[in-house]
């Protein structure tokens, strides 16, 4: 995935528009695609590096280059 497909899926997850993906919004997406929301959850707390219960465009870019 190049930087162009990390920043549209950002603004995919972020349906409200204000520059962050919140607990809601990241569940809400990956729930319709089956995943289970316990994962989901945790999932979420990792890439909430700050911890202040949403998801900045720095910390979606560092989560999705680092390695599996």
């Known amino acids: 995935?190049?930087?162009?497909?990390?920043?549209?899926?950002?603004?995919?997850?972020?349906?409200?528009?204000?520059?962050?993906?919140?607990r809601e919004e990241f569940i809400?997406?990956?729930?319709?695609?089956?995943?289970?929301?316990?994962?989901?959850?945790s999932r979420f707390d990792e890439v909430d590096i700050d911890g202040d219960g949403r998801i900045s465009r720095d910390e979606f870019l560092t989560a999705a280059r680092a390695p599996l």
């Open 1 to 22: 995935m190049d930087i162009q497909d990390i920043h549209e899926k950002f603004d995919s997850l972020d349906i409200d528009g204000d520059g962050y993906i919140d």
């Open 28 to 41: 809400q997406h990956y729930e319709r695609r089956g995943q289970d929301i316990d994962i989901l959850a």
